[in-house]
């Protein structure tokens, strides 16, 4: 596709319920990322993945993130037993090497856990 | 404790005038700096980037300014247009993946 593609958009979750948030990356590209957003803040890192390795999960906030890229192309963000904290706008990035090429966002999947 | 700070909430700034965002980081071992766009209801956009061998990257009406020593950057927007009005943010590395973003700082172009 043309751009990093997020999906759901829009995700409202009763507490305690699981949620998984999926990320199309831009076709070709090596890394991504995911990044934790809550109102009025930058984004935070969650985790890294160059093609299905999973290289760097050190901001998942608890062992109730997982994230997966089983094929090296699309990735899930899942979160287990969701709580009240958790909700934020969850970004997925992608970019075809290293840190000095660009990153591209997708427009992020906004979690609301009532 | 915050390694990127973006001391200015919001910024108001008129049509066809400079645009000044500013951004301070404290770890000295930053190495990679980015501005990203931001608005409502989508993913940051990026802007500009400059490494710290630089102290100056322009890019059309962008350019961004890096002082290591006072570990400070700023991005300058000149002319500031409408469609400028979006949230900025600074984002800093140290020579990996991991990006460190400031909260942001929301700038308002007036007509």
């Known amino acids: 596709g043309a751009g990093v593609s997020q999906s759901p958009r829009y995700k409202v979750a009763k507490r305690g319920q699981d949620v998984a948030l999926r990320c199309d990356p831009i076709s070709g590209h090596v890394s991504l990322f995911w990044y934790q957003q809550a109102l009025g803040q930058g984004p935070e890192f969650l985790t890294y993945?160059?093609?299905?390795?999973?290289?760097?999960k050190s901001g998942l906030p608890s062992d109730r993130f997982f994230a997966e890229r089983p094929e090296g192309s699309v990735s899930t963000l899942k979160i287990q037993r969701t709580q009240q904290e958790d909700s934020a706008v969850y970004l997925c990035?992608?970019?075809?090497?290293?840190?000095?090429?660009?990153?591209?966002f997708g427009e992020g999947s906004w979690l609301t856990v009532v | 404790d915050q390694q990127v700070k973006q001391n200015s909430p919001s910024l108001s700034v008129q049509e066809g005038r400079i645009s000044i965002l500013n951004c301070d980081y404290t770890n000295s071992m930053f190495d990679y700096f980015l501005w990203y766009k931001k608005y409502p209801a989508e993913g940051p956009t990026f802007l500009i980037s400059?490494?710290?061998i630089k102290d100056k990257n322009e890019d059309g009406r962008f350019t961004v300014f890096l002082n290591k020593s006072a570990k400070h950057l700023s991005l300058h927007i000149v002319p500031s247009q409408p469609g400028d009005s979006a949230v900025y943010f600074c984002?800093?590395?140290?020579?990996?993946?991991?990006?460190?973003w400031g909260a942001g700082t929301k700038l308002i172009i007036k007509p």
């Open positions: 400059i490494s710290s």
């Open positions: 990035a992608s970019s075809s090497g290293d840190l000095g090429n660009t990153i591209y």
């Open positions: 993945f160059q093609n299905e390795a999973q290289l760097d």
């Open positions: 984002a800093a590395s140290r020579s990996n993946y991991q990006l460190i």
